[in-house]
T-cell receptor, first 116, second 109 residues
């Protein structure tokens, strides 16, 4: 079974703090993704990576950065957290190598981030 | 600009009846469609998919229909069970996955 784990289930941070969200997958998948889920907006892609040290902007990258130093780990960084970044953050991975990113994605349990 | 739309935020169905969840898309270049199911406090899990070269795919109680001319897909669940109560997301692939807003299905005993 594919396992995608996220470092925290719930996180509370203050405005202006630097926030790190970690994601690890154990199936040697090529691609990793970060989404945020908000009511009425569905899942929106923040960043994705199709190889170590490679990253691509998704639909809403502003205010975020990412790091992929190892194949199994993909980190999402909020440089200076703001209240509008309060959301559910979901990490996912998939096997099929770029440029085809149509393979089924496997999701972690999510991190509920609250920025006060 | 929402390329994938699920216009019904919620749906309530009696146990044993059919649940029909709908999804519309705007980009005719999408070549693969998926449905994901999400329980509260869990990540989405893959449910069923369909390629654009097909118009139907069935897996047990779940069937996905694709109408390319109408740019519409639907997920049928027959018979519906209380354990099917969850949020369902459709997604379309044209290089990367684009998700709809989700429909919350409630199946009442």
């Amino acid at each position: 079974d594919v396992k995608v784990t996220q470092s925290s289930r719930y996180l509370v941070k203050r405005t202006g703090e630097k926030v790190f969200l970690e994601c690890v997958q154990d199936m040697d998948h090529e691609n990793m993704f970060w989404y945020r889920q908000d009511p009425g907006l569905g899942l929106r892609l923040i960043y994705f990576s199709y190889d170590v040290k490679m990253k691509e902007k998704g639909d809403i990258p502003e205010g975020y950065s990412v790091s992929r130093e190892k194949k199994e780990r993909f980190s999402l960084i909020l440089e200076s957290a703001s209240t509008n970044q309060t959301s559910m953050y979901l990490c996912a991975s998939s096997f099929q190598a770029a440029p085809y990113l149509t393979d089924t994605q496997y999701f972690g349990p999510g991190t509920r981030l609250t920025v006060l | 600009d929402q390329q994938v739309k699920q216009n019904s935020p919620s749906l309530s169905v009696q146990e044993g009846r059919i649940s029909i969840l709908n999804c519309d898309y705007t980009n005719s270049m999408f070549d693969y469609f998926l449905w994901y199911k999400k329980y509260p406090a869990e990540g989405p899990t893959f449910l069923i998919s369909i390629s654009s070269i097909k118009d139907k795919n069935e897996d047990g109680r779940f069937t996905v229909f694709l109408n390319k001319s109408a740019k519409h897909l639907s997920l049928h669940i027959v018979p519906s069970q209380p354990g099917d109560s969850a949020v369902y997301f459709c997604a379309a692939s044209g290089g990367k996955l684009i998700f709809g807003q989700g429909t919350e299905l409630s199946v009442k005993p």
